[in-house]
């Protein structure tokens, strides 16, 4: 897996969480702290920080593409 991906002008770093009851993976914005991260839920495949480790670029890409920023509300 790359330390990141590059997405909307920066780099996003992938981590998985699953603290809240839900596996999701956050993405930090590694380039800039005032960005707010993004989440997507996981799904069942990952389990594991080497799960995500495993991921190729375009699979990150994909999740990402799907995250949601944490500081906007869904409608």
Known sequence: MPNGIKADG?????????????????????????????VVEAGDDLK????????SEETLRSLFDRSGSMNTSSP
């Open 10 to 38: 920066d780099v996003w770093r992938p981590v998985l969480d699953d603290t809240a009851g839900r596996r999701c993976l956050v993405f930090f914005c590694a380039t800039n702290g005032q960005r707010p991260y993004r």
């Open 48 to 55: 594991t920080d080497a799960d995500v480790a495993a991921l």
